[in-house]
């Protein structure tokens, strides 16, 4: 099957060649419209461009080795704090980069859960097969990036029991995701072996409601509230750096709690 | 240290060269990292807190945030705290050391405190000696030093509360620790704003963090305080 992580039709090399000088001047004719358009930006605003690319390269290299240095503060044996189910906030907070107005229901009668990349067993899977695994409970604490939190309950498979079943490559880097609400997601090996790292498929002793990312979303206590994809369509384990939705945006990618 | 306390046998050698200065070099490039580096952990920390305020109502305006948002708010943050945590120890460690911070900031005497306030709030603000700190300027910088620890301290619990979970709900949970962080900050800005105001009252103070200052007496108490011209028996 071809990896849904993967572009379907990818351009033949030879168009590079054949368009090359046209490519070259519209490089040339795009950095001096940039440039250009820069220094118009400055004599608008009257003030300088807020994030210089040194200073933006400096403080991605930063970042990078703050992931480095997460990864290693990181102890695979460390259980964040659980809590009793009398504190579970009914319901959840709704939190995505659009509106809970906007979101679209998943249906699971046509949902398909598919596998790509350092995985030996590649089908595809449905709600009910998910249903018949074995299935986890905790009661922990969803931080976010901004500062907030709040205490929510979650049910499903453990993860590392998911990526053992599929035989998965658990010596590869990363775990990639990709959801309904086209939003991609990556962790590293380390926390989706983390035993409070679940594909959850209840909040609260329910079904996962629609807004919090029916039918499965993950859940790691280990990880900022960024780091939780909803909706999940798509899982890639890989060796390659796969990214996401707020890193390209500049957010750290570890974010570990 | 405690032998220095006695009496010396011997007048110490003459030592080749003059006296320290008030400020040696080690503290002034140490105090202008963390000038800078203060700066950008307050204002980047300030882009941060707009996402989601713990005082409601409560905005800093863009003018004063690094960062033009919280993503590059977060990474300043994340870069700066490399600088103050290494530049912080290490003037901790020179500041034991050295014996600056028994030399410079104790004893601190209550009638002391009590009498540099009255005269302060009288307007007799004396300043002839650069090298001798009042009783209040050293209850200030010994706040300031912690409260640049408690930072870092509560920072780190907010950076990684599950790895450091015990430190957490020592500090009462995530978001007391978070309200903690933001109070910290509020006592050194609160330092800072005394700071800076006084600096430019008495400008020789700042040309003394530049230049290291006027050149301490030989047989001063610092002579002792410090280890490399103290005396042992």
């Not at chain 1, 030879?14 to 046209?22: A, K, Q, T």
């Not at chain 2, 105090?31 to 950008?40: D, E, F, G, K, Q």
């Not at chain 2, 910088?141 to 912690?146: C, M, T």
């Not at chain 2, 978001?175 to 609160?190: D, N, P, W």
Request: hydrophobic letters at 45%; glycine letters at 8%.
């Amino acid at each position: 099957m071809k990896s849904p992580f993967r572009p379907d039709v990818v351009p033949d090399k030879s168009v590079l060649d054949d368009h090359r000088p046209l490519i070259r001047s519209l490089e040339r004719r795009g950095l001096i419209r940039g440039g250009l358009s820069l220094g118009s930006l400055v004599m608008l605003t009257g003030c300088d461009v807020k994030r210089p690319e040194a200073v933006e390269a400096a403080l991605l290299a930063f970042s990078r080795l703050n992931d480095g240095v997460q990864a290693l503060l990181f102890d695979p044996n460390k259980l964040a704090p659980t809590y009793p189910a009398s504190m579970i906030l009914r319901p959840p907070k709704f939190n995505a980069y659009y509106d809970v107005m906007d979101v679209k229901p998943v249906n699971a009668e046509t949902w398909r859960l598919e596998l790509s990349g350092l995985i030996a067993d590649k089908r595809a899977w449905t709600l009910s097969q998910l249903q018949a695994l074995p299935q986890t409970s905790m009661v922990i604490k969803h931080i976010c990036v901004e500062g907030w939190s709040y205490i929510g309950g979650w049910t499903g498979i453990q993860f590392r029991t998911f990526l053992e079943h599929v035989g998965a490559d658990l010596r590869a880097k990363y775990v990639a995701f990709k959801t309904a609400d086209d939003y991609p997601s990556s962790i590293d090996m380390a926390t989706a072996l983390h035993p409070q790292t679940l594909l959850a498929l209840q909040y609260g002793g329910e079904t996962l409601a629609d807004p919090f990312g029916f039918p499965v979303r993950l859940r790691m206590s280990t990880k900022l509230g960024y780091k939780n994809p909803k909706w999940v369509t798509a899982i890639e384990v890989t060796n390659t750096y796969p990214g996401g939705f707020w890193e390209e945006k500049g957010f750290p990618w570890f974010a570990g709690l | 240290m405690d032998q220095v306390k006695d009496k010396p046998i011997a007048a110490p050698p003459p030592i080749a060269t003059p006296g320290r200065r008030l400020h040696p070099l080690p503290i002034r490039v140490m105090h202008w990292i963390n000038a800078a580096t203060m700066l950008v952990m307050i204002t980047s920390g300030w882009g941060i807190y707009d996402d989601d305020v713990i005082i409601r109502g409560f905005h800093f305006s863009s003018f004063w945030r690094l960062g033009d948002w919280a993503a590059w708010s977060l990474n300043w943050h994340f870069a700066g705290m490399w600088f103050l945590v290494i530049n912080g120890l290490a003037y901790l460690i020179y500041g034991f050391v050295t014996g600056r911070f028994r030399e410079k900031l104790l004893p601190i005497r209550f009638k002391d405190l009590v009498n540099t306030i009255v005269e302060t709030l009288h307007f007799k603000i004396a300043h002839d000696d650069l090298t001798v700190y009042n009783a209040v300027q050293k209850l200030l910088y010994i706040i300031v030093i912690f409260a640049g620890i408690a930072q870092v301290v509560t920072g780190l619990a907010i950076w990684k509360p599950v790895q450091f979970s015990g430190l957490v709900s020592l500090l009462g949970g995530f978001q007391t620790a978070r309200v903690l962080h933001f109070l910290g900050m509020a006592i050194i800005v609160g330092f800072l704003i005394v700071h800076v105001a006084l600096a430019l009252l008495v400008p020789r103070t700042l040309w003394a963090m530049l230049s290291g200052g006027p050149r301490l007496a030989r047989n001063s108490q610092s002579n002792q305080a410090h280890p490399a011209q103290g005396h042992t028996i």
